[in-house]
């Protein structure tokens, strides 16, 4: 029996009726799935399946914290969104600190399930008496950053605020969701289901305290977390540099993308990485709870910044070879400001660029900017050209994949993406394992669905070998576990706090008996079961195709040069991980007998028939 | 192990350019005063975030403003820290107004001001602050 961790209790929100109901959650259906990811993959299987698209009212979008968010677990304020994503038809879903999470647990709230759409802008406040729609009309065309300002006027300093900035309610497929200033959800284009739905704004005050079945074990077992991190030499690094540490790690590794992927070592990488921001940050601000406090805030032409976080120094920076860590950090401003994914703003700009470059695009087809590769002045023009569906940007608007479909000439082969997700920031021509866990993501190429580039680097480069896609399937395996409680998977992968402890937490907060290997195996019930919404949805294996570029167009410099994938011993790779799922090998698709191993029946009579 | 003795005037120290920002301190707060996990059940707020850190936390006043205001006695002075007589407190929040340092706070559910103890001596917003931002220090 389910004794803390989750309330039990979700809202169901009904923007075309105007309605907010409460909705009881099932004990089994919590446990079966876990909370965050599992319950948002469930939710998405049941009521938004068939829907057409990502735009259509009958969508729904789903935030949902986990079974440790808001408790004594370091890191601890995680929140999933959930959709069918504008970028690539499929389920997708992104991860989001701040402080949403807490306060929703704290109002009574395991999550919110949003439906139908808003004639006018609405937003939603989420309190202890429950929760009610409000006019946004005053808010709609602002900024997520002054949409956060201006309803702290009318709510308070102490209310935790998720929004949308234009870039969302433009629709482009790769708006974000900010919540509390410094934390986005940025994958699969959230924000614009959120714009469509006209829901400007989440906002949420708790004052509850959220249960858990055993407080003073917790207070063990994070004693026991927090001390291990804190004894860890490498916390001084994460001070220091937080996640930007990685661009120096990446410019050796010869895997940092550069000029959209024509080369994995960038000539300034030392201007825009951990050495750099460790000088110019004004801070470093932790999540609920963590000791690593990777967040670094700056100030940027004026403009105060939480970033530039890894990925988003790769995208405004090198991968549009931009060698100005301060014009990096303030297009991350922009990008926050207008509501829009850093990796995937930057990937579509770094797509026009190289057009621009290979005289795929004329001059007076881009207003006659300048968009050679490193003019910071393009980045920063093209950014609010995108969000407000200006000239060329209505086109990267809508993502690089339908981005190079609508310019043609050519320009498909410069467009990097999987499935329609923007591929985020590893060159994988000599990381056959990250290649793997790119091609195959169910919500397109996201390096978190599965980090497996460490461990190309541990074991071999050029190896294709068995254990590559046996360590690929269980982190797809070990990332959802920490979306589904609710937590960050950064004390883990960065300082090695053991996992077996994630699983003591969960007993400890929920009362639930669940060891880390029954935790996993729900994990891969979740995988399955995402994979099965992409087949419902027309997804195939012969959607999980890496961008013709990592198999044919060599690094062209660095100790790597010469590199590709090799397109056979790849396909090779592929058939070996379908056949470790006990996927048909030849659709990619879980087999009958999969699912029902993972009493997924429901599921697999839905794709296979029967029942 | 700092105990309290006479004479010796205990109080929390905080070093803003030390601080995290991750709130340990205010949910060990709620969990020592109330075993709640609510950051608003706590005796020291974490404001400012995520630009500054400013920690709202009782100075533990030679001569407390909120004691002065308190018609009940419910507030007293114990080895030098301020301390609530809940059994007397009649829930009026003049205390809460009376604090120069906006650090005596309300409990919304109880309907009781919240303030820090010290915690017997051993805070544990100090114990768990992982940057030793939040300090014990002793004056005579």
Redesign the interface.
Known sequence: MVKGGYLGRILRVDLSKKEVRVQEVDEEFMVRYVGGRGWTARIIWDEALEVPGAFDPNNKLVVMTGPLT???TPGSCKVTLASISPATNLYGDSNVGGMLG?ELK?AGFDGIIIEGAAEKPVYLWVSDKGAELRSADHLWGLGSLTTEAELKKELG??VSIMSIGPGGENLVSFACVTC???NQAGRTGMGAVMGFKKLKAIVAK???????AD?DTM?KLY?EA?SY??SKEDLKVW?EQGLMQVIEWAQEASCLPTRNFQSGVFEHADLIGGKAIAKMKK?????????M?C?K?LEARGK?V?GPEYETAVFLGSNVGVSSLEDVAYANWLCDELGLDTISAGAVIAFAMECFEKNLLSSNEVDGLDLSFGSSKAVFELLNMIAWRRGLGAILAEGVEKAAEKLGRGSEKLAIHVKGLEVSGYDVRAAPAMALAYATADIGAHHNRAWAITYDLKVGREKYTKDKVEWVIYLQHVRPLFDCLGVCRLPWVELGLDLKLYAKLYQAATGVHATLDDLLKRSERIYNLTRAIGAVRGLTKEKDRLPERFFSDPLPEGPLKGAVLNRELFEEMLSMYYEARGWDPKSGLPSRQKLEALELKDVSDKLHGGG | MVTFQSGKHLKLTFDASKCLGCRACQIACATQLFSSLNLRESGIRVNGLPFNSNASFCKQCREPACMDHCDLNAIYLSGGVVMIDYDSCAGCKVCVKACPYDAMFWHEEKNLPIKCNLCNGNPRCVEVCPTHALEVEEEW
């Open positions: 808001g408790t004594l807490i704290q300093n102490d509390d200033y410094g708790g004052g509850r305290s959220i249960p858990v407080l207070k004693k927090i991190m804190v001070w801070r470093s601000v932790a999540c609920y709870l963590c000791p406090a967040k805030l105060l939480i």
